[in-house]
């Protein structure tokens, strides 16, 4: 391994047989490769804008796994709790939480127009399609609507019948096992394979 300074900048070299590699490009080329990934370009994408083969995205990720399996989304209003709920749902690796208070549903309505509320409604619909499980935290009328339009495994954490007009305390333990009990199934299913 050779360190050169170059300009004030350290330039960090490693041979490999006849190969000088430059490790802040390799740093740089992966770096860029995962932040790609996460923006939701598929491996085939981002291998043409990196210039690398898909099937080294593959292995690039399938090295740096942690977590495989269920991906969880968890929607609900109106929460009081909401903080908390949403602190809870981050340490569980909730991958995407979309929490309302009574009053920051009736301003996210307010605020739009017709046309964009729809676009709005139809792009979250669109990405809680990409996930495994979507927990609904709402009214009776709200699980069985989004249940309909999911088309996917729906849970229903209700927290009262339609309408609901004032902000609900949602228990965070019994939501937590909740989360534990959808993630542990995965670990179920692979322990059984």
Known sequence: MHKLVHG???????????KLLDRRKIY???????ELRAQGFSQEEVAQKVAVDRTFIS?????GEVRRGRRIAVIGFPVANKEELHQMLEEEGVE??????EAERWDYVRQKNGLQLINEIMEIIARLREYDVV????SDYRIRLSEALLGREVVGVEIGTSPIREDRVVDVER???????????????????
């Open 8 to 18: 004030g900048e350290d330039m960090d070299f490693i041979r490999v047989g006849e």
């Open 28 to 34: 740089s080329a992966v770096e860029r490769i995962l």
């Open 96 to 101: 995407y939480i979309f929490l309302l208070t």
């Open 135 to 138: 927990v609904i935290i709402g």
């Open 59 to 63: 292995r690039l990720e399938k090295l």
């Open 175 to 193: 939501l937590r096992g909740l989360i534990r009990q959808l993630t542990s199934r995965e670990k179920k299913a692979a322990y059984q394979s």
